[in-house]
């Protein structure tokens, strides 16, 4: 493997393959595994758990990191082609991603969507510009359209908790009070088809996952058994579901347009998952979410306090996973 960009690269049987090793690595550390090598990692946005789980994962494998998050401290890099910098940025990614690649032994880039053009986001025009200047392994740590670490890990989770491989997932929409990129639930539906789950997407009208994404996972069904559909029918898609996986995304009904999709969320706050959520779900029914989360707007206290919650787990599962990412690309075994 010289890259993990996205889960649906994998077959299903290097997906298993590679969820082994993270329970080896588990249950037998090999903290001398990747002495001397160093990761190196670029964040264009904020992050709480992939930062520390990649840095802690490189560490509990003997290696080394050096984290740039471009404009704090460094100079700040342009992503746009052929533009005339006369801004902020002092330095373009086609510099300085090779010059940082040159330094470590794989790369994990983070860059977000532009939010302003679906087409272009769904193309993944900007990370996929910078991994083109990126001759080392290279990690996607969250992009404009994919998060395939936080996927791995929440495959796991699910292998973890016992919950069946063809059981009933609901990606659920929730509110926030601004538009979120696409990546998480993106990358969610897709893992669960690909694991042979009955995949559904609740989300109220104008918050559709664009077809594309639609058809992604539906592929991916057809080639685990699992089936993918939507509704905006709470009830219906919560009858006898075995996961409510939470996330907060922006209206695809008007992407881009901050103003029209503040017009459609205003009317939305009651979508925040609690305890009546789970009324007609079996009653082993766990709440996932990829974090962060705001408390009693996307998710109630007593949902996240309650045994109900996999929040925790997930997060810890993104060192465990991202681990045996690590290994796979710089041992390549
Ligand atoms: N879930 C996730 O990627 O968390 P961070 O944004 O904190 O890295």
């Not at 010059?99 to 679906?118: H, M, N, Q, T």
């Not at 083109?132 to 395939?148: F, G, I, Q, R, T």
């Not at 347009?257 to 009324?279: H, I, M, P, Q, Y």
């Not at 206290?301 to 993104?318: C, G, K, T």
Request: hydrophobic share 45%; proline share 5%; aromatic share 6%.
């Amino acid at each position: 493997m010289r890259r993990f960009l996205d889960l649906a690269d994998l077959e299903r049987d290097e997906v298993v393959a590679l969820l082994e090793l993270a329970r080896r690595l588990e249950k037998h550390p090999e903290p001398q595994a990747l002495a001397g090598k160093i990761l190196g990692l670029v964040f264009f946005n904020p992050s709480l758990r992939t930062l520390a789980s990649f840095q802690a994962g490189m560490a509990r494998l003997g290696g080394s990191s050096f984290v740039i998050t471009p404009g704090q401290g460094t100079w700040q890099l342009e992503t746009r082609l052929g533009v005339e910098m006369s801004g902020a940025a002092a330095e373009h990614v086609r510099e300085g991603i090779p010059v940082l690649a040159s330094y470590c032994d794989a790369l994990g880039i983070r860059a977000f969507a532009d939010g302003k053009d679906l087409k272009s986001d769904l193309a993944e025009t900007t990370f996929n510009a910078m991994a083109a200047l990126v001759d080392k392994p290279l990690v996607n740590l969250e992009s404009a359209m994919n998060h395939p670490c936080q996927a791995l890990a929440d495959w796991k989770t699910m292998d973890d908790l016992g919950v069946p491989r063809d059981g009933r997932f609901v990606l659920s929409w929730v509110y926030h009070p601004r538009a979120l990129p696409l990546a998480v639930p993106s990358a969610a539906v897709h893992m669960a088809a690909y694991r042979g789950m009955e995949v559904i997407v609740l989300r109220p009208d104008g918050f559709a996952l664009p077809p594309e994404i639609m058809e992604r996972a539906r592929r991916a069904a057809a080639l685990s058994g699992g089936s993918v559909r939507e509704t905006t029918d709470r009830e219906d898609a919560l009858a006898g579901a075995n996961i409510v996986y939470a996330k907060e995304w922006g209206a695809t009904a008007c992407y881009g347009n901050a103003e029209g999709d503040a017009g459609l969320r205003k009317a939305l706050t009651s979508w925040c998952v609690r305890n009546d959520w789970f009324a007609r779900t079996a009653t082993d029914c766990r709440l996932m979410h990829c974090l962060p989360v705001r408390r009693n707007t996307a998710v109630a206290d007593e949902v996240l306090d309650s045994p109900r919650s996999a929040v925790q787990h997930e997060a810890y599962n993104r060192l465990v996973v991202q681990m045996a990412v690590l290994y796979k690309l710089l041992k390549g075994m």
